[in-house]
């Protein structure tokens, strides 16, 4: 019985902080200004076919359907808590351009944001972290600034793991002001 009472008030202290948490982050993004990276949508598999062609989605690992439906979920977060944005920005890859059409519609490529997880890339990061870090230091609104990536991108740049359609708030020094998950 006190197994079953601890159980659960440490699930209603973990749902109130979430719910905490939840609410902070909705408001920092209201309050505008922020870094708002976002992982790609669900695209199942890892990594990329060899003949991997940028300009070729059929060369691609892609959104299937529940990514499709993420990115929606996505978007609705924005316009639900009426969240400004002043740019949408996302790798060149297919299925973080399909994550942004599906979520906002409109979005600009930005090769810094491009994955460098196969090997075939891996030679670019180095160059991508400083030229994305460079954008963002000179990045000065009072909306936010979305940016749709990688796995390795945004682990380079933050110093954590993300999930599929996760949300990572960030204020302009990139200090994480926190994450929501999409999924």
Excluded at 158 to 177: Q, T
Aim: overall charge negative; glycine content about 6%.
């Amino acid at each position: 019985m006190i197994k079953v009472f601890l159980f659960l008030v440490i699930g209603l202290l973990n749902f109130t902080n979430y719910a905490l948490s939840s609410e902070f982050i909705i408001e920092s993004l209201k309050k505008g200004g922020n870094i708002i990276f976002i992982r790609h949508a669900i695209a199942p598999g890892n990594g990329d076919p060899e003949n991997i062609n940028l300009r070729d989605c059929t060369t691609q690992r892609n959104l299937n359907e529940e990514g499709i439906k993420q990115s929606i979920i996505i978007g609705n977060f924005f316009k639900d808590n009426n969240i400004e944005i002043d740019k949408i920005l996302t790798s060149e890859w297919c299925r973080c351009k399909d994550t942004a059409k599906f979520a906002f519609g409109n979005f600009k490529t930005f090769s810094a944001l491009n994955s460098f997880y196969d090997e075939k890339f891996a030679n670019n990061e180095d160059k991508q972290i400083q030229e994305l870090d460079t954008f963002i230091k000179g990045w000065d609104s009072n909306k936010n600034l979305v940016l749709i990536t990688h796995y390795v991108v945004i682990s380079a740049m933050l110093n954590i793991g993300v999930a599929s359609g996760e949300i990572v708030v960030a204020d302009k020094k990139l200090n994480i002001l926190g994450s929501i998950t999409t999924n």
